[in-house]
C-alpha cells in the first residue's frame, strides 16, 4: 500500500486522475470554468436585484405610490403651494414632518414626487427626502439609550443643518435657472408611448408579486429551520 501511495505522488497524472475522482464538479477546464463562474455571478447578481432586493422594498414602495397617488388626486394644488411652495418657512415645516416619521428612501420617493407636482419646492422636497429616511422616533430612542442625549442632539442637529442648507441652495438654482419644478416633474414619461408604459407597469407589478411570493417563501423556510 506504500508503495501505491509513493507511485501515486511521485506521477503526476496519477495524481490528477486522483482529484478529478474526489471532486466530479471540477471536471471542465480553465476557460470553460471561468465562463461558467461568470454566467453563476450574472444570474446572482440579477437575482439579487429583482428577486431578493425587489422583495425587501416592495412594501414600502406599494405604499409609497399609494400614498402619492391619493395626494395627487386629492391634495388640493393650492394648499401645497401655499404651505410648501419655497422659502425655509416650508423647509422647516418639512423638517419637523420628516424627523420622526417612519419612511424609508423608497415610500418617501414617489410622495416627494407628487408633492412637487402639486407644487412643493425641490429645496423642500430634498429636506423632507433627507431628514425622513436618515432620522425616526424609533431611531431616536435607540440612539438616545446606547448614546445619551448629547449623541442624539448633534445627530439631529447636523441632520437638520444640512438638510436646510443644502434645500436652500436647490432652490436658489432652480431661481437661478429659471426653472419651475412642477413643471418639468413627470413630464419624461411623455417621450414613451401609453402601450409602452403600461407594458412595463404590468411587469413591475408582476416582478413585485413574485418577490413578494418568494421572500414570503424564504421567511417561512427559516422560520422552520
Not at 164 to 189: C, N, P, Q
Request: hydrophobic fraction near 50%; charged fraction near 15%; proline fraction near 4%.
Amino acid at each position: 500500500m506504500e508503495k501505491d501511495r509513493t507511485n501515486t505522488l511521485s506521477n503526476p497524472i496519477m495524481l490528477s486522475k486522483k482529484e478529478d475522482a474526489t471532486n466530479p464538479g471540477c471536471d471542465c477546464g480553465g476557460d470553460d470554468c471561468e465562463q461558467a463562474g461568470l454566467k453563476k455571478r450574472a444570474i446572482d447578481a440579477i437575482k439579487y436585484a429583482y428577486v431578493e432586493l425587489l422583495g425587501d422594498i416592495a412594501k414600502w414602495l406599494i405604499v409609497g405610490l399609494l400614498i402619492a397617488g391619493v395626494i395627487s388626486y386629492i391634495v388640493p394644488e393650492e394648499i401645497v403651494r401655499g404651505y410648501l411652495g419655497g422659502g425655509i418657512g416650508s423647509m422647516i415645516l418639512m423638517l419637523f414632518i420628516g424627523v420622526p416619521l417612519y419612511i424609508c428612501a423608497t415610500a418617501s420617493t414617489p410622495l416627494a414626487a407628487a408633492l412637487i407636482a402639486k407644487g412643493m419646492s425641490p429645496g423642500a422636497a430634498f429636506v423632507f427626502l433627507l431628514a425622513g429616511p436618515a432620522t425616526n422616533a424609533a431611531t431616536i430612542t435607540v440612539v438616545t439609550k446606547y448614546l445619551g442625549k448629547k449623541a442624539v442632539t448633534i445627530y439631529l442637529t447636523s441632520i437638520a443643518f444640512f438638510a436646510l442648507l443644502f434645500g436652500m441652495l436647490l432652490d436658489l438654482i432652480y431661481i437661478r435657472l429659471g426653472i419651475e419644478a412642477s413643471a418639468i416633474v413627470g413630464s419624461a414619461s411623455g417621450v414613451l408611448p401609453a402601450e409602452v408604459k403600461t407594458f412595463f407597469a404590468l411587469l413591475l407589478t408582476v416582478m413585485i408579486a413574485y418577490a413578494l411570493i418568494q421572500r414570503r417563501k424564504s421567511d417561512e423556510c427559516h422560520d422552520c429551520s
